[in-house]
């Protein structure tokens, strides 16, 4: 199957392009290289050192005898996408290329325009493309479980059954995001629900929960195939984060109260995940969402998580609760369903196996990379 991997040369997008690569799929790669970009003007460098993707694609080929074509270019230039969607003939398309931090998003009225525009007109710009070329292609789209905020009753996966004056339907579960980035993701399920209902597009909305890890089997093949792992505050996720400054002897930053929940995978699972979407396709008009996780913790949990296995490591790790700069319930109920991927197969990885080797060792291995400037929070959403 020809599958294109859009953002292949960010964080998930790398790890699942080698992953199907190495699977026997024909695996295309488009990215614009924005987020590199955008790592420049901020001042901020991933914790490992990634190659280009040029050097990335001859490694892999090199290793493996098997081909990636690339794509660069912009999904917001329309006259790009369609050429190279033309070019390559995909039957399923992921989509990863977006802007991705909340932080960078309610940095100022600027990043927040240039997140949106970015996401939303990108996503639609894929829609039509696949509308007029490619009615049949499947498209997987990357959501986040942030889409669904925190309410006080349990999430189901995409829509819930609601009875109302005696009446019942079944509608999209509601969605409380936290910032303008999370927004973006309830703007692109909304287009791309209604492409599917009126085009008869085939599309799966994974709602993916926080990804944590460096390794996968192919991204640890090679120096040169190492993932991303960002640490900083706009970059970096809280779990990421905290391994860092574990290593170096910060104390872990824990927003607020901590009490904070949210659900987590190892990114050995988002590509796997992905497979298993790509594998059992959407219907014909059909908007499938499927809840990517493994598990859940609280943002205490982490941090005690991090702390125990660093004082296995010799680590000496201190908590410290900062004042939260994000808004956000600290102490809340959050009950997520993730049984669709659990019954197409997925067997999950869990925390407790993975925080050394594919965390905490790195993070002790690059520390000399580490810009401290860069670890406390710098944005607020006030
Ligand atoms: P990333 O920033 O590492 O990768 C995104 C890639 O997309 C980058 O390589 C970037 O250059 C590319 N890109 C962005 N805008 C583009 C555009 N307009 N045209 C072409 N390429 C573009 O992010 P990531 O962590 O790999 O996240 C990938 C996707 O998964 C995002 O949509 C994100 O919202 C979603 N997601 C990520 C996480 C996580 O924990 N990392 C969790 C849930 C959902
Ligand atoms: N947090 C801390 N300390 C830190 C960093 C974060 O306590 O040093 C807290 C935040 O306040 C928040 C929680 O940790 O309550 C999660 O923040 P995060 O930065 O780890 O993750 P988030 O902003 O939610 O975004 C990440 C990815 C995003 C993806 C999302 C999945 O960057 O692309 O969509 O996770 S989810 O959280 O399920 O929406």
């Known amino acids: 199957m020809k599958v294109l991997v859009i953002g292949g040369d960010g964080y998930c997008g790398w790890a699942t392009a080698l992953y199907l690569s190495n699977r026997g799929y024909d695996v295309g790669i488009l990215d614009s290289l924005v987020r590199r970009h955008w790592d420049l003007e901020l001042g901020v460098e991933t914790l490992t050192p990634i190659s280009t993707i040029h050097q990335r694609i001859q490694r892999w080929q090199e290793l493996t005898g098997k081909t990636i074509e690339l794509f660069i270019g912009d999904i917001n230039n329309y006259d790009f996408l369609q050429k190279s969607l033309q070019k390559f003939q995909p039957q399923a398309v992921v989509h990863f290329g977006e802007q991705r931090s909340a932080p960078f998003s309610m940095i100022d009225r600027e990043h927040a325009v240039l997140t949106q525009v970015n996401n939303v007109v990108g996503n639609l710009n894929l829609l039509y493309a696949l509308r007029d070329d490619f009615p049949d292609c499947h498209l997987v789209k990357l959501g986040t479980m942030g889409e669904y905020g925190t309410p006080n009753i349990d999430i189901e996966e995409g829509y819930i059954t609601i009875e109302h004056n005696g009446r019942t339907d079944t509608l999209p579960y509601p969605k409380q995001p936290g910032s303008f980035y999370h927004l973006s993701k309830v703007h692109d399920s909304h287009n791309i629900q209604f492409a599917c209902k009126v085009w008869g597009i085939r599309a799966t909305d994974l709602n993916q929960g926080v990804v944590y890890g460096v390794l996968t089997e192919e991204t640890g093949m090679d120096e040169l195939l190492i993932n991303r792992l960002d640490y900083d505050g706009i970059y970096g996720t809280a779990l990421n984060r905290f391994c860092i400054q574990a290593a170096i002897g910060h104390p872990l930053t824990v927003y607020g109260k901590g009490g904070q929940t949210r659900a987590f995978l190892d990114i050995r699972d988002t590509v796997r995940c992905v497979e ?42 201190d908590i410290q609760m900062l004042a939260n700069p994000r808004i956000e319930a600290e102490d809340h109920y959050f009950n997520p369903k993730n049984t669709n991927l659990l019954n197409l197969g997925l067997q999950p990885h869990f925390l407790s196996d993975s925080l050394l080797d594919s965390l905490l060792n790195f993070a002790i291995k690059y520390q000399h990379r580490v810009d401290r400037s860069h670890i406390l929070p710098k944005v607020s959403w006030k």
């Open 276 to 317: 298993l979407a790509i594998q059992t396709p959407a219907n014909p008009g059909e908007f499938r969402v499927f809840n990517q996780f493994t598990e859940l913790f609280s943002i205490n949990d982490l941090a005690l998580k991090v702390k125990q296995a660093g004082i296995t490591l010799g680590l000496d790790v």
